[in-house]
């Protein structure tokens, strides 16, 4: 492996007049999947077009493997890129669509067409070859996309909300697609406002939250750490006030709150003995479970944590 | 998906360096450009009507410039004004006159002898026809006043002494008899033996009239296409020409009156044509007498130059004008301007290919596509105007409609890096830009049409139009006579209009040079807004 990291930014600012996009980021991030985690507007977009030289950075530097992506197209041989952006060539078929981008990276006709059959049968889209993109449904175009990026078989990968509006179907071969990418070693960098999509992808993140790099880390270590902080878990059951008395002794539980007769609200500042305490407690009362829910465990609640806020 | 290597449908290898490479990013930029043009509404229906003006122009062509190849009588003496039966060209050769019914070949005409003229004596004695110009008085005997006049018989009012010029009668002819007896007259022509006494001042005429006799009316088309234009190439000489019907010098009239011969291109020989040639024999100027071949036939002459003119406004016009200005601004205004509003720029630019290079391959594509449509367009006109013209070695038109295609495409070239990097410029209102330089452009055309010289040296329009008259000069070296042959024998088909000698030439005359010149100043229209639009797109943010 080269010693140059993949991506490089070092104190990345982007300034939209007087709105920050960016503000600040130093990263470097080089092999395997990290998913880029932050709510809409916290400028995962705005990072990624400043790393495909669509944006100039307003401060600080961005390089990709080691050049800047602003000044030269060079690094671009090497990267494949997926925008949030919907829009497509609809009247194209997405063999023509793929194997057109194919040979911007000076494949020839022939060459590119091989490897745009290849890569849209990587995405499960070999059936489908010759279809005008106009008529797919929107997780397919969302294929074709990536299949755009990887038809020249880069060594970084960069995905911008690629689960966004897909079906299941298309969320499982997608996630199946980036997770393949990470083990055969490339560097890949998928962005999400949902935590658990990417905690089924990766558990290498970074948190942006307003443009600021708020977390970067292992998603369990920042979980542990979630973990003391104060959590609620939601059970609905058939008597929540029975329910209620075989919580009250324990030591991970510091509050009860009933909502109704049939929902109760545990409140716990040690989410994961409070998880293994549960299901004894609940056989010990015998009372019928309905449901039980952690509302708590998502983005917003992570980020109100980590930023302080919430 | 393996990395192994790929070889082509024949087994082998493919080879890849910068320049395969290059050449393969500007072929797929090109292709997608020319699919995404021909997947544009607005491309085809730009097309379609450029066609339809095509087709509209052909047919004028068929109807009215094939038609008008039939003679026309272009010395105008095949008419017949006083409606008597004889055309103009027969009363003149008889020389009465034909604005006067009563005046006609073999009518008997008035011959002068002698005249009492405004320095000489004021009277004349004798037998003669009388022509009293103003008011005059006549003592004898007198007879057969030709000019009827309802008073004549009447007596003088009261005519003062001899004071001939108190004329209380006005400017009408006029005769009546006074107490001596005399005839007070004037404006009158009659028959007399005695004295006419003129009044200062005025003149009068005497003569004899010929005898009548009968002479049979030529029909009008004696007088159509009489007079060719008689002139021998191979002759050196500068004097041209030959008057066949024989009305400058009046050789063969059987009233031999008045004998014109005129000299009027001053190079002492009367009733010829003074042809002036270049150094390299082409034909310069021409002047010819008056009434020298003035009535060529013209589907040999109004012919040619009509088909000549055709080609030559449709190549201006249509090619250069509407379809040169139309096409790109349709086509081209949204080269990348589209893409990036559409928001399906960044699948191209997030790929290994510099932005200027991609305004280069769009424009490109642009000019591959909307250039062939112009081609193949100046083909079937070729098609049309050699299979319809006259009679002649119509492959020059093949030659002419293939230089009115190329710089048609260099007009494209030019407009379209212009509007492109107009697009660029401003995306919101570089629509507006666009249509106020087309204007302009347009504005510039026109000027050019008619002349100008200076004014619309910055446009496209003013070199791709003298690269037109460059081009014609080329495929048909005889226009320029063609032209001076339209202007000397009056034949109207538009060509000394709208074709001149290349303006821009160094003073050489030079078509070659008018066409190097003009390629020059197009490139320079064309590379300029790259440039601008390359520097713009580089420092452009794409959101």
């Known amino acids: 492996m080269n010693s140059t990291p993949a991506i490089a930014l070092d104190h990345v600012s982007k300034w939209y007049g007087q709105v920050i996009g960016v503000n600040d980021v130093s990263l470097a991030i080089d092999g395997g999947v990290t998913g880029i985690l932050g709510m809409n507007g916290a400028g995962k977009s705005t990072l990624f077009k400043l790393l495909m030289g669509r944006l100039r950075p307003s401060n600080g530097s961005v390089k990709l493997f080691g050049t800047d992506p602003w000044e030269t197209t060079s690094p671009y041989r090497r990267v494949g890129y997926v925008s949030e952006s919907e829009k497509m060539y609809d009247w194209m078929t997405s063999l023509d669509f793929v194997s057109t981008l194919a040979r911007l990276h000076g494949m020839t006709r022939y060459e590119a067409e091989k490897r745009a059959e290849q890569a849209l049968s990587f995405v499960d889209l070999e059936g489908v070859l010759n279809k005008e993109i106009g008529k797919y449904s929107k997780g397919m175009r969302q294929r074709v996309k990536i299949a755009a990026a990887l038809v020249h078989e880069p060594d970084l990968l960069i995905l911008d909300e690629p689960l966004h509006g897909c079906d299941p179907l298309a969320r499982t071969s997608i996630m199946n697609v980036i997770r393949e990418m990470g083990s055969r070693g490339k560097t890949v960098l998928v962005s999400s406002h949902i935590l658990e999509e990417i905690e089924r992808i990766t558990e290498q993140i970074v948190i942006l939250h307003s443009g600021k790099l708020v977390a970067l880390g292992n998603l369990h270590a920042i979980r542990a750490m979630l973990d003391k902080h104060p959590h609620r878990i939601l059970i609905r059951c058939a008597d929540s006030r029975a329910l209620a008395s075989t919580f009250i002794d324990q030591q991970s539980v510091y509050g009860v709150r009933f909502i109704d007769n049939e929902s109760l609200e545990i409140m716990t500042k040690d989410l994961s003995e409070a998880h293994q305490l549960l299901p004894m407690l609940i056989l010990k009362s015998g009372i019928q479970i309905y449901s039980i829910e952690n509302p708590d465990d998502n983005l917003e609640s992570l980020l109100g944590y980590l930023v302080g806020d919430a | ?543």
């Open chain 2, 1 to 543: 998906m393996s990395g192994s290597e790929i070889n082509d449908s024949e087994g082998r290898r493919l080879s890849t360096t910068v320049w395969t490479a290059l050449d393969r990013k500007a072929g797929a930029v090109i292709e997608l450009t020319i699919k995404q043009l021909r997947n544009k509404t607005s491309t085809w229906t730009v097309f379609g009507v450029s066609t339809l003006l095509l087709i509209l122009l052909s047919a004028f062509y068929v109807d009215s410039v094939r038609d008008g190849f039939e003679s026309i009588d272009n010395d105008g003496d095949s008419v017949d004004y006083d409606g008597d039966g004889y055309p103009l060209g027969q009363e003149r050769k008889y020389g009465s006159s034909d604005f006067n019914p009563d005046e006609y070949p073999g009518s008997g005409l008035f011959i002068p002898e002698g005249e009492i003229y405004y320095n000489g004596p004021r009277s004349h004695t004798g037998n003669h026809s009388w022509d009293a110009d103003g008011p005059s008085l006549f003592s004898g005997s007198w007879d057969n006043i030709l000019d009827y006049y309802p008073e004549a018989d009447e007596p003088c009012p009261e005519i003062i002494g001899e004071d001939l010029e108190n004329t209380p009668y006005g400017w009408s002819p006029y005769s009546c008899v006074m107490a001596n007896e005399d005839r007070y007259l004037q404006f009158l022509r009659f028959e007399g033996n005695g004295t006419l006494t003129v009044a200062q001042g005025w003149y009068g005429i005497y003569g004899v009239v010929t005898e009548r006799f009968q002479v049979a009316p030529d029909p009008p088309e004696a007088y159509i296409d009489e007079d060719g234009i008689d002139w021998d190439p191979d002759n050196p000489s500068s004097s041209q020409g030959f008057d066949d019907d024989g009305d400058c010098t009046r050789s063969e009239y059987p009233e031999q009156i008045a004998a014109d011969n005129d000299d009027s291109n001053r190079n002492r020989i009367p009733c010829d044509v003074l042809w002036t040639r270049n150094a390299d024999g082409s034909v310069i100027q021409i002047q010819p007498d008056m009434l020298v071949d003035e009535d060529p036939v013209d589907s040999e002459l109004m012919g040619e130059s009509s088909h000549r003119s055709f080609i030559i406004i449709t190549g201006k016009i249509a090619f250069t004008m509407i379809i040169g200005i139309f096409l790109p601004l349709f086509l081209a205004l949204g080269l990348i301007r589209d893409e990036s509003e559409n928001g399906t720029l960044h699948y191209l630019l997030s790929k290994p290919i510099h932005r200027g290079e991609f305004i280069v391959y769009r424009l490109s594509g642009y000019l591959i596509f909307s250039g062939g449509f112009v081609l193949l367009m100046s083909l079937l006109m070729a098609f049309v105007t050699v299979f319809l013209g006259p009679d002649g070695n119509r492959l020059a038109d093949f030659n002419i409609w293939f230089g009115i295609g190329a710089v048609t495409v260099l007009s494209l070239a030019a407009y379209g890096s212009i509007f492109n990097a107009m697009g660029l410029m401003s995306p919101k209102y570089g629509v507006y830009l666009a249509l106020i330089y087309g204007v302009y452009e347009f504005a510039m055309a026109v000027m050019t049409l008619f002349g100008a010289e200076l004014v619309p040296v910055i446009s496209v329009s003013h070199w791709s139009l003298q690269m037109i008259d460059a081009v014609v000069l080329v495929a048909w070296p005889d226009t320029i006579m063609l032209s001076q042959m339209s202007t000397a024998f009056n034949i109207d088909s538009g060509l000394s209009f709208f074709w001149r000698p290349p303006l821009h030439t160094f003073g050489t005359g030079s078509p070659a040079l008018a066409i190097g010149l003009s390629i020059t100043v197009l490139m320079a229209f064309i590379s300029l807004p790259i440039l601008v639009g390359q520097s713009i797109f580089k420092r452009r943010e794409i959101d």
